[in-house]
């Protein structure tokens, strides 16, 4: 870890950090408190998860606490991801937040409740909890599109914050207090959000249920259909579900819990059949609550359903189901699909939905090329006509780490006087 000064970079391995604060815990101090004009900066990346049994509700609005547990995959970090560095220093007269280039307020009701909740649980070097902060976070991934860039942002934001004030542990219920489904991006592979009971909320945690490597063949293919920030955000959305959607508590208490018990047996076993139909008809359920809303809420667009008929076409065409689309509160799709199936499902996308000739990042992530498929077949499995445009580009993934630290000042969003470098 870089420890940061104005004037120079004096880098050590993390337990040779001499303490400088008068807290006993000299092995693991990352602050030099009692230094004028000195500051401490942690980078985190963190990734994005993408639920296969759905969160839609909550039962605490200031804790977060959800109405159902719910189940995601965490894409790999190296296609997308939010990336957060943050700074520490008596020398910053406030607190201050950068997001994708621009400063925003931090007078934010989630953004206070997980400092506050970092600084009540730090109990190395107390004197860190009297400086404030700089933050600045950026992400690779449109925001506020459906792609659940908060659920990376404040994930990378705790991440870095638990580093920075020598917080071990599980630290999932502080990300929960930011975005609920936070607290699924600070693991990798499978993770589930298990509901609790406590009305504290304390256990209301993320919890890995298969590494990244448990299912090798696993891929995901993102076709993002709009950047745009959606008229409805996810948690006024949320809020008038669970006002008014008789269908979200029944499905919470009816449906949820079978769902949860299959899911989890069919990451186990690796069983792609049972994995796809539990996350299409999660995807299905949660559209129809928003449909069930008063006022109603549509998420998804016209693309957004000829991409779902697109998915039951190939699959009846196989005789299996060969690949899965989910939704979250947005029009962007995300398709779950093995490895091998991977080039003519491509074929039958580009088919439907042909790349632009002159955008290079049409198609980014992990290589593959779409295999040939006679033009009789593409037109017969999906007889519609082409839409060019209406898919804007592609990310091609699979599940990945959790949230990690990036060391080297290189990698930092901000200069060594805690200022972000892009601004």
Same mark, same amino acid.
């Given at each position: 870890?870089?420890?940061?000064?104005?004037?120079?970079?004096?880098?050590?391995?993390?337990?040779?950090?001499?303490?400088?604060?008068?807290?006993?815990?000299?092995?693991?101090?990352?602050?030099?408190?009692?230094?004028? !004009?000195?500051?401490?900066?942690?980078?985190?990346?963190? #990734?994005?998860?993408?639920?296969?049994? !759905?969160?839609?509700?909550?039962?605490?609005?200031?804790?977060?606490?959800?109405?159902?547990?719910?189940?995601?995959?965490?894409?790999? &970090?190296?296609?997308?991801?939010?990336?957060?560095?943050?700074?520490?220093?008596?020398?910053?007269?406030?607190?201050?937040?950068?997001?994708?280039?621009?400063?925003?307020?931090? %007078?934010?009701?989630?953004?206070?409740?997980?400092?506050?909740?970092?600084?009540?649980?730090?109990?190395?070097?107390?004197?860190?909890? %009297?400086?404030?902060?700089?933050?600045?976070?950026?992400?690779?991934?449109?925001?506020?599109?459906?792609?659940?860039?908060?659920?990376?942002?404040?994930?990378?934001?705790?991440?870095?914050?638990?580093?920075?004030?020598?917080?071990?542990?599980?630290?999932?219920? &502080?990300?929960?207090?930011?975005?609920?489904?936070?607290?699924?991006?600070?693991?990798?592979?499978?993770?589930?959000?298990?509901?609790?009971?406590?009305?504290?909320?304390?256990?209301?945690?993320?919890?890995?249920?298969?590494?990244?490597?448990?299912?090798?063949?696993?891929?995901?293919? &993102?076709?993002?259909?709009?950047?745009?920030?959606?008229?409805?955000?996810?948690?006024?959305?949320?809020?008038?579900?669970?006002?008014?959607?008789?269908?979200?508590?029944?499905?919470?208490?009816? &449906?949820?819990?079978?769902?949860?018990?299959?899911?989890?047996?069919?990451?186990?076993?690796?069983?792609?059949?049972?994995?796809?139909?539990? @996350?299409? !008809?999660?995807?299905?359920?949660?559209?129809?609550?928003?449909?069930?809303?008063?006022?109603?809420?549509?998420?998804?667009?016209?693309?957004?359903?000829?991409?779902?008929?697109?998915?039951?076409?190939?699959?009846?065409?196989?005789?299996?189901?060969?690949?899965?689309?989910?939704?979250?509160?947005?029009?962007?799709?995300?398709?779950?699909?093995?490895?091998?199936?991977?080039?003519?499902?491509?074929?039958?996308?580009?088919?439907?939905?042909?790349?632009?000739?002159?955008?290079?990042?049409?198609?980014?992530?992990?290589?593959?090329?779409?295999?040939?498929?006679?033009?009789? @077949?593409?037109?017969?499995?999906?007889?519609?006509? #082409?839409? #060019?445009?209406?898919? !804007?580009?592609?990310?091609?993934?699979?599940?990945?780490?959790?949230?990690?630290?990036?060391?080297?000042?290189?990698?930092?969003?901000? %200069?060594?006087?805690?200022?972000?470098?892009?601004?």
């Amino acid at each position: 870890m870089a420890h940061i000064r104005i004037a120079a970079y004096h880098i050590r391995g993390r337990n040779e950090i001499v303490s400088l604060c008068g807290c006993h815990h000299k092995k693991r101090c990352r602050m030099s408190a009692g230094v004028a !004009k000195s500051i401490n900066a942690v980078t985190c990346r963190a #990734p994005v998860n993408i639920a296969v049994v !759905k969160y839609w509700g909550k039962r605490d609005e200031k804790l977060i606490l959800p109405i159902n547990s719910s189940i995601s995959a965490t894409l790999h &970090i190296d296609h997308m991801c939010a990336t957060t560095t943050v700074a520490a220093s008596r020398d910053f007269p406030t607190d201050r937040i950068w997001l994708n280039g621009r400063e925003e307020s931090f %007078d934010n009701q989630r953004l206070q409740a997980v400092l506050c909740a970092i600084r009540a649980r730090a109990v190395d070097c107390r004197d860190l909890k %009297d400086c404030h902060v700089h933050v600045c976070s950026e992400n690779n991934f449109p925001t506020a599109a459906g792609l659940a860039s908060s659920a990376a942002g404040y994930a990378c934001l705790v991440s870095a914050l638990s580093k920075l004030y020598n917080i071990e542990g599980n630290v999932t219920d &502080i990300a929960r207090l930011g975005s609920g489904s936070a607290c699924r991006s600070l693991d990798g592979g499978f993770v589930q959000w298990i509901m609790g009971e406590e009305d504290s909320g304390v256990d209301s945690i993320g919890e890995q249920i298969a590494t990244e490597d448990h299912w090798p063949e696993m891929r995901i293919l &993102i076709l993002v259909v709009s950047g745009k920030k959606k008229a409805v955000g996810s948690s006024e959305g949320m809020l008038r579900s669970t006002r008014t959607s008789r269908f979200l508590k029944y499905r919470a208490e009816s &449906i949820v819990p079978e769902h949860m018990t299959k899911m989890q047996a069919a990451i186990e076993n690796r069983d792609f059949q049972a994995f796809a139909e539990i @996350t299409m !008809k999660e995807s299905n359920q949660l559209h129809s609550v928003c449909q069930d809303t008063y006022p109603p809420i549509a998420y998804m667009n016209e693309t957004s359903w000829t991409i779902v008929k697109l998915v039951h076409a190939y699959n009846q065409y196989k005789g299996i189901n060969k690949v899965a689309y989910t939704f979250d509160a947005g029009p962007n799709a995300c398709l779950y699909l093995l490895e091998a199936d991977v080039p003519e499902v491509l074929a039958f996308i580009n088919h439907i939905f042909p790349a632009p000739e002159d955008n290079k990042m049409y198609f980014t992530g992990l290589p593959s090329n779409p295999s040939t498929v006679p033009e009789d @077949t593409l037109r017969t499995v999906l007889p519609i006509d #082409p839409l #060019p445009g209406t898919i !804007k580009y592609m990310i091609h993934t699979k599940p990945g780490p959790g949230a990690q630290e990036v060391k080297g000042h290189a990698a930092s969003l901000l %200069d060594n006087k805690g200022w972000p470098k892009s601004v």
